[in-house]
Each structure stands twice: as structure tokens, then as C-alpha cells.
């Protein structure tokens, strides 16, 4: 009892302005922003001077969407002495947000200046420089945050998309040149080691690993749909379009397996197929979308040859939208999809065309790591397995830096 009357008395001992700073902070801290924002307003007018109430301010205004505001407070914390680069940091953060590159550049500048090992200062700063089209110098940027944190996935994926536009902008030496530092300084990454060599071109991977595919996977999968959006994709559409004609008529009495299922965006259209509806994917990220889709029986996080081996004759139906395009050679995931179908069973799939007359190879992967394969590649492999080609359609799945992407998609049954 003595103790918590000793608190209450030490708590109503602090000043009206930090009583109510801690009150927000719990706040902030509860994901109460609008209560918060409200309460560090009274804490500030109550002392205008508490530049960390100034700092904490500015993040909740940032999360309300209030940029501008936001940046004031930022500026009023420095104002009264709260000199850090996490205050730059904020304050450029929320400059980038509203257009104003300049100063949002200056403020970065600061905040690495104070703190040169700041990683995230150097990520955001090289979003920054990437959103005015420097790409060299947002490149060395990324590399500069990696060699502060080299197991950062979000750095490496920056760096690997800043490599991605460097090449298609006309600058593949460039791009070449940063990815064997990227490789040679981070062997053990997966995304160094595929996208890396992709961009090199000299990939000797007969697939895409599954670490990084699973890495790639779970880093945007809560955007994975609009993103994909945004680009037209239509894979789905296009292998439901073929489902529906190379077979019955939806009766739900099938055993149906959506293979590298993803967020499940094939599900809609296979459902009614299904007396049992599975899906696989190697992404926890992806499949915790799906589940959130309630029209799965079943969904394992599992790499797919491996999921297929283990179950013998077990699907009427796979389809598989977008996955193969992760694989260059096709012949071990056809000879798996054979052994997991019934008699009579289909396998419905996409992958991108590499056109005969554009590669000796039978199989190329692209400078964003995804493999296109010849026709004639892809129907040998099929003839190889013990499946019989019935349909083959091309078609745009998609548009990149607005160009189409051409794929094919093909039928294939189980005899």
C-alpha cells in the first residue's frame, strides 16, 4: 500500500506537460493514434519546449496522413535542441512524401552525415534518388545500406530492382558490374545469387532457389494482388478459360490441387471443380492470404516436386499459374505432375515464351530472374513425362514497363 501511495505522489509530482507526454506515448504505443495525436497537442501547449513530445507528435501525424503537419513537428523538434539523425531521418521521410525531393535529399544528407552507419537512412535515401531516375546513385545507395545490415531483405530487393531498371534503361555494364559486387560481397544471399547472375548472364541454375523464391514471395505478399493489378495480369483468367475447355462441366467432384497457389487468386474459378480443393506454395507470407480466401480444403507450404512425389495419383486437376516460370528445366516438375495425376487427369499451366528464333537455349532467365521457354522445349519435356499435349494457346499475361508479356498456355493429360 505504502509503495503505491509513494507512485501516485511521484507521478502527481511531474509536471502537467510530461504526465500527459506519457499518457500519449501509451497511447501511440496501443495504435491509439487519434487519442494520441489529441493529447500530445496538450502536452505541447502545456510546454512548447519538450522536443522529444515534438518528434512523437510528428510520427502519429505521419500515420494519420497528415505529412505536412508532420514535418512542422519534426522541425520544431530540432528547433528545441532534439539535434538526431532519427529526427532527419522523420522529417525526410515525410518531405519525400510531398514532393519536396530537395529538401527531403538535404535531410538525409544530415542524418547520414551524424550517423553514417544508419541503414535505413541510406535504403530510403536511395528510394529517394530512384524516384528521379539516378539510378547509379540509388544503386550505391542500396549497397551502402547492405553493407550495413547485409541481411536485409527489403535492402537486397531494393538493390535488385535498382540493377533491374539500370539494365532495361540501356546501362547492362553498369548493372553488371554492381552485381558481381553484390554476389561476391553477399554469396550466401539468395537473391544476390539468382538476380545477380541473372543480370550477368551467366546463370548456370536450372531453377530459381527455393530460398529466394520464398524470400521474394513473402516480402510483398500483403500487396501481391495489387501489384499484380497494376500490371494486368490475367494468368488466372486465362488457365480458368482453359479449364473450363478441355474438360466437364464444374460438378464439384474432382480432386483439384491450385500448385504454387500464391494468394489463391486461381481458387474463385476452381472451386466449383473441387470435391477437394489443395493448394501449395514454399510462401508462408503468400499462404496466409490464401487461407484468409476460406475456399481451400487444404493448404501446405512445401516445395512443389517434393509435394507432388508424395502423393501418388492423387488429383484429377493441377493447375499451375505463374510457377513454372521459376523453373528453366521443366522435365522434373512434368514427371512429378504426372505421378501425382489419376488417369485421364489434366495439368493446366502457364509459362513465358522464349521465342525459337530468339535463343538457341531451351530455356533463358530474365534479367528479373523469371524463365521463359521455348514451345518446343516445353512439348518435348511434356512428351518426355508421359503427358499428352491437347491444347496450346498464346497469350499476354501481363504488361511490363508497358510491353506485353507473351506466354503460353498449355493442356496436357495423363493418358
Known amino acids: 500500500m505504502a509503495a503505491s501511495r509513494l507512485a501516485g505522489r511521484a507521478k502527481a509530482?511531474?509536471?502537467?506537460?510530461?504526465?500527459?507526454?506519457?499518457?500519449?506515448?501509451?497511447?501511440?504505443?496501443?495504435?491509439?493514434?487519434?487519442?494520441?495525436?489529441?493529447?500530445?497537442?496538450?502536452?505541447?501547449?502545456?510546454?512548447?519546449?519538450?522536443?522529444?513530445?515534438?518528434?512523437?507528435?510528428?510520427?502519429?501525424?505521419?500515420?494519420?496522413?497528415?505529412?505536412?503537419?508532420?514535418?512542422?513537428?519534426?522541425r520544431a523538434a530540432l528547433t528545441c535542441g532534439l539535434e538526431l539523425a532519427l529526427v532527419h531521418y522523420n522529417l525526410a521521410a515525410v518531405l519525400r512524401q510531398v514532393g519536396r525531393a530537395d529538401d527531403a535529399a538535404a535531410a538525409y544528407r544530415r542524418a547520414l552525415v551524424m550517423q553514417p552507419d544508419y541503414a535505413e537512412a541510406w535504403n530510403n535515401q536511395a528510394n529517394l534518388l530512384r524516384d528521379?531516375?539516378?539510378?547509379?546513385?540509388?544503386?550505391?545507395?542500396?549497397?551502402?545500406?547492405?553493407?550495413?545490415?547485409?541481411?536485409?531483405?527489403?535492402?537486397?530487393?531494393?538493390?535488385?530492382?535498382?540493377?533491374?531498371?539500370?539494365h532495361e534503361g540501356g546501362e547492362g555494364e553498369e548493372a553488371a558490374r554492381l552485381a558481381r559486387a553484390w554476389r561476391r560481397d553477399h554469396p550466401d544471399n539468395p537473391m544476390a545469387r539468382h538476380i545477380g547472375?541473372?543480370?550477368?548472364?551467366?546463370?548456370?541454375?536450372?531453377?530459381?532457389?527455393?530460398?529466394?523464391?520464398?524470400?521474394?514471395?513473402?516480402?510483398?505478399?500483403?500487396?501481391?494482388?495489387?501489384?499484380?493489378?497494376?500490371?494486368?495480369?490475367?494468368?488466372?483468367e486465362l488457365l480458368a478459360e482453359a479449364v473450363a475447355a478441355s474438360g466437364p462441366p464444374p460438378n464439384g467432384d474432382l480432386a483439384v490441387l491450385d500448385a504454387g497457389c500464391g494468394t489463391g487468386l486461381c481458387a474463385a474459378a476452381l472451386r466449383p471443380y473441387a470435391r477437394r480443393l489443395s493448394g501449395v506454395d514454399l510462401s508462408g507470407g503468400m499462404l496466409?492470404?490464401?487461407?484468409?480466401?476460406?475456399?481451400?480444403?487444404?493448404?501446405?507450404?512445401?516445395?512443389?516436386?517434393?509435394?507432388?512425389?508424395?502423393?501418388?495419383?492423387?488429383?484429377?486437376?493441377?493447375?499451375?499459374?505463374?510457377?513454372?516460370?521459376?523453373?528453366?528445366?521443366?522435365?522434373?516438375?512434368?514427371?512429378?505432375?504426372?505421378?501425382?495425376l489419376r488417369p485421364g487427369g489434366?495439368?493446366?499451366?502457364?509459362?513465358?515464351?522464349?521465342?525459337?528464333?530468339?535463343?538457341?537455349?531451351?530455356?533463358?532467365?530474365?534479367?528479373?530472374?523469371?524463365?521463359?521457354?521455348?514451345e518446343d522445349y516445353a512439348r518435348a519435356a511434356l512428351a518426355a513425362a508421359g503427358l499428352s499435349v491437347t491444347a496450346i494457346t498464346p497469350d499476354t499475361l501481363r504488361f511490363e514497363s508497358g510491353e506485353p508479356v507473351i506466354g503460353l498456355v498449355m493442356v496436357a493429360v495423363r493418358p
Open 132 to 166: 528521379g531516375e539516378r539510378l547509379r546513385d540509388a544503386a550505391v545507395g542500396y549497397r551502402r545500406a547492405l553493407a550495413v545490415r547485409p541481411d536485409w531483405t527489403d535492402g537486397h530487393d531494393n538493390f535488385a530492382t535498382a540493377l533491374y531498371l539500370l
Open 13 to 74: 509530482a511531474l509536471p502537467l506537460a510530461a504526465r500527459l507526454c506519457r499518457q500519449a506515448d501509451a497511447l501511440a504505443a496501443d495504435g491509439r493514434t487519434d487519442a494520441a495525436e489529441r493529447v500530445y497537442r496538450a502536452a505541447l501547449a502545456a510546454d512548447p519546449t519538450l522536443a522529444g513530445a515534438h518528434n512523437n507528435h510528428g510520427n502519429v501525424l505521419r500515420a494519420l496522413g497528415r505529412p505536412d503537419a508532420a514535418a512542422a513537428a519534426y
Open 346 to 374: 489434366r495439368l493446366v499451366f502457364s509459362v513465358e515464351r522464349l521465342a525459337e528464333a530468339d535463343a538457341a537455349a531451351p530455356y533463358q532467365v530474365a534479367t528479373h530472374g523469371r524463365y521463359a521457354h521455348r
Open 197 to 236: 547472375s541473372a543480370i550477368i548472364g551467366d546463370s548456370a541454375e536450372e531453377r530459381a532457389p527455393d530460398a529466394y523464391v520464398r524470400q521474394t514471395f513473402d516480402l510483398f505478399a500483403a500487396e501481391f494482388d495489387s501489384k499484380l493489378a497494376e500490371l494486368g495480369y490475367r494468368a488466372p
Open 288 to 340: 496466409a492470404q490464401a487461407r484468409a480466401r476460406a475456399l481451400y480444403d487444404a493448404l501446405d507450404e512445401e516445395e512443389l516436386v517434393a509435394y507432388l512425389t508424395a502423393r501418388p495419383a492423387a488429383f484429377d486437376l493441377i493447375v499451375a499459374a505463374d510457377v513454372l516460370c521459376y523453373f528453366g528445366e521443366l522435365s522434373g516438375a512434368f514427371a512429378a505432375a504426372r505421378a501425382a
